[in-house]
C-alpha cells in the first residue's frame, strides 16, 4: 500500500505562483507514474498533470505552459509547480498513483493523497 501527502498548499494573488508537493511511501516510487487532479466546488474531479517513471509528462489543455510536474525519485517526492495562476485555478489539488502508466482518467489511478487547498483571489 502506498500513502501520499500532500503540501503547499494556499492563498495566492492572481498571476502568482505555489509549488505543491507530494510525499510517497514506498520503496518502488520510481517505478509508477504520478499524477495531479483537482476538483471545485460542485465539480467533479479533473485530470491537471501526469509523470511517468521515465518522466514523460502530459498537462490537461488549461494548464499547459502554466504548470509542471517534476519528480524527485531520491526523495520519494512529485511536485506541482503552478504559474501564472488564475481564479479558475482554484480547487482541492490531489496526487494519486498510477500502476497502469500515464492517464487523464481517475480510475486509472490506485491511490490518492487528501488533498491541499488552493485558492486564486485578489
Known amino acids: 500500500q502506498v500513502q501520499l501527502v500532500e503540501s503547499g498548499g494556499g492563498l495566492v494573488q492572481p498571476g502568482g505562483s505555489l509549488r505543491l508537493s507530494c510525499a510517497a511511501s514506498g520503496r518502488t516510487f520510481s517505478s509508477y507514474a504520478m499524477g495531479w487532479f483537482r476538483q471545485a466546488p460542485g465539480k467533479e474531479r479533473e485530470f491537471v498533470a501526469t509523470?511517468?517513471?521515465?518522466?514523460?509528462?502530459y498537462y490537461a489543455a488549461s494548464v499547459k505552459g502554466r504548470f509542471t510536474i517534476p519528480r524527485d525519485n531520491a526523495k520519494n517526492t512529485v511536485y506541482l509547480q503552478m504559474n501564472s495562476l488564475e481564479p479558475d485555478d482554484t480547487a482541492v489539488y490531489y496526487c494519486?498513483?498510477?500502476?497502469?502508466?500515464?492517464?487523464?482518467?481517475?480510475?486509472?489511478?490506485?491511490?490518492w493523497g487528501q488533498g491541499t487547498q488552493v485558492s486564486v483571489s485578489s
Open positions: 509523470i511517468n517513471r521515465r518522466s514523460n509528462t
Open positions: 494519486a498513483v498510477s500502476y497502469v502508466g500515464t492517464s487523464s482518467r481517475t480510475d486509472a489511478y490506485a491511490y
